[in-house]
């Protein structure tokens, strides 16, 4: 423990504030009284009153200030398991995992490319907003995988056609795995029938992406 720390824990303990409060400052008072009325110093009374209101608002500062100093409420400190702290705050922040069970839909990359049809694309993000995070199954021809390594993911397209307003649409659906399923993707062919369930993360009038994906049937 410094000399800094030493006072500190001394002022707190009130050792310091209660002989203030307690001795010197009455002591302070009855010299002004008693200057006030002998006038050793042979001064006029303005000199006397106003020196005697400047020790008197002096001494009443020094003594609002004590009481304040004794009525202090400590700093608060985070306890080390406190989920309030800065760091816990950053972390999620980050967007760190969360305990909430995935909530699986029964909705179609179709589906949700309409909305992009047959409305404007302001309106159609509206109608989509309710549909991103959530997760869904998604079955068709393989028609792409890329390792891509710099971001820590596999992704895999596949490509589905719909017919809509007469004419026919090619559909995109993106898929980005764990690396962990690397081994798995690679030995697929191009147009391999697979199944994959995966979030929701993106769509627009001609794509689909799905992130944190799983491979469930393959053939």
Known sequence: MNGLELLDGLWDKATVPVFLERFVLPILAALVVLL??????RWGWT????????????AYCTSRALH?????????????????R?????????????AEPPVHIDTQPEELIEFFRRHTHVQAEKLVAPFLHKWITVSGN???????????????????????????????????????????????????????????????AGKVQLERCQLVRRG
């Open 68 to 84: 304040r100093q004794q009525h202090r409420k400590p700093t608060p400190h985070p306890l080390p398991n406190d989920p309030t």
């Open 142 to 204: 393989l028609d792409e995988v890329l390792d891509d390594a710099d971001f820590g993911h596999v992704a895999a397209m596949i490509k589905r056609t719909i017919e809509s307003k007469g004419e026919e649409i090619t559909i995109n659906v993106w898929m980005r795995f764990p690396r962990s399923w690397l081994d798995q993707l690679a030995m697929l062919k191009r147009g391999d029938p697979i199944t994959v369930s995966g979030q929701l993360a993106f769509v627009n």
């Open 36 to 41: 006030a009325v002998t006038n050793p110093m």
């Open 86 to 98: 800065s760091s816990d705050r950053g972390d999620q922040s980050k967007g760190a995992v969360t």
């Open 47 to 58: 000199p006397r009153i106003i020196g005697s209101l400047g020790v008197l608002i002096g």
